[in-house]
């Protein structure tokens, strides 16, 4: 895919499937919703997940993100996570993007802020790439 067309499929309302390393052999799949942009994938995880605690030992993450049927394209991604703990503004509004892809409204996307207790229980986590694998299957 050209970069046009990854760039159209991430942004697109998908889930993706985090990956972290686990301390004990196989990797932590989880799936997720994201936000995609300035070239970066943002995901929202709380304190006491798994996640979490994987990335404060490891910063390397990998997401898939799949088309889903019939679409045929699916894209990787393998990078570092930074772990943003502070919550500000700035943060909570990407918290506010994650959700509003995913619902059909701003009331239903503030509904989820207001749920997570974003001071105690939420971290961003950002994700740079350093490989990305874009396949078209088509």
């Known amino acids: 895919m050209t970069q046009e067309q990854t760039d159209e499929f991430l942004n697109a309302s998908r889930h993706a499937i985090l990956a972290t390393n686990r301390i004990d052999g196989p990797p932590q799949l989880s799936p997720v919703w994201y936000l ?7 995901v929202n995880v709380g304190r006491e997940s798994a996640k979490y605690r994987s990335l404060r030992r490891d910063s390397r993450i990998s997401i898939c993100i799949d088309g ?24 909570t509004d990407k918290f ?28 961003l986590v950002v994700v740079t790439p350093t490989k990305i694998l ?5």
């Open 96 to 123: 506010f993007s994650i959700f509003r892809r995913y619902v059909e409204s701003d009331e239903e996307a503030s509904a989820y802020i207001e749920r997570w207790n974003l001071e105690t229980d939420g971290v």
């Open 68 to 91: 889903g049927h019939p679409d045929t394209r699916a894209i990787t991604i393998y990078g570092t996570a930074e772990l943003v703990e502070e919550n500000t503004t700035r943060w």
């Open 36 to 42: 995609y942009e300035d070239g970066r994938i943002y």
């Open 134 to 138: 874009a396949r078209d299957y088509n």
